[in-house]
Structure formats: structure tokens, C-alpha cells
């Protein structure tokens, strides 16, 4: 198991969301994007989750029961910030191997 493999799960798509997959793309970051619509859920990517990586889901609530099934998700809901402070979202871009 591998828990350093972070995959990264964008929400629904504006703005916001356009900025945080570019910073994931251009830190060579694996990406999951589907162009989903403002209100997506987490179980949009049910197709990738497996129990050997760490999914950070962006703005993606919980619709699925994840223990039965032993991902391990991190949630992003914070906002993401223009002026270099990227918060939660920068965080696993630096941590994520």
C-alpha cells in the first residue's frame, strides 16, 4: 500500500476549480477531472478509487460510504486563494510524492 500516491478529484467545475487543476497540473500531480457541474459528488469517480492510494477530493462531498470499501479520502471544501496562499489545496501539492 502506497499512501503517498496522492490522486486528486476535481469538484465541480469554475473559476476556482479551473485555477486549483491548473497548480495540480503544473506541479506534475495525477488528476481526475470530468467537468463535473457545481454541485458534484464524490461518487463521480467511484470508477478510480482503490485501497492503494490517498484520493484528495476538491470540493467533492462524501455520497458513498468509504470505510466499506477502504479508500482512504481526504476532503477539500476550503476556498482557494489567488495571492500565493493556497491553503489546504497547496499543502498535498508539496506533500504529495
Known amino acids: 500500500?502506497?499512501?503517498?500516491?496522492?490522486?486528486?478529484?476535481?469538484?465541480?467545475?469554475?473559476?476556482?476549480m479551473n485555477g486549483i487543476g491548473e497548480m495540480l497540473r503544473q506541479n506534475r500531480k495525477i488528476v481526475y477531472d470530468l467537468h463535473l457541474s457545481w454541485g458534484a459528488r464524490l461518487s463521480s469517480y467511484i470508477y478510480v478509487l482503490n485501497s492503494e492510494d490517498?484520493?484528495?477530493?476538491?470540493?467533492?462531498?462524501?455520497?458513498?460510504?468509504?470505510?466499506?470499501?477502504?479508500?482512504?479520502?481526504v476532503a477539500i471544501i476550503s476556498?482557494?486563494?489567488?495571492?500565493?496562499?493556497?491553503?489546504?489545496?497547496?499543502?498535498?501539492?508539496?506533500?504529495?510524492?
Open 79 to 97: 476556498k482557494f486563494n489567488y495571492n500565493n496562499n493556497y491553503s489546504t489545496v497547496n499543502y498535498y501539492i508539496k506533500s504529495a510524492i
Open 1 to 16: 500500500m502506497n499512501r503517498n500516491r496522492y490522486r486528486f478529484l476535481l469538484g465541480g467545475h469554475d473559476l476556482e
Open 54 to 73: 490517498t484520493f484528495v477530493g476538491i470540493k467533492l462531498p462524501e455520497n458513498i460510504s468509504l470505510s466499506t470499501h477502504s479508500y482512504f479520502f
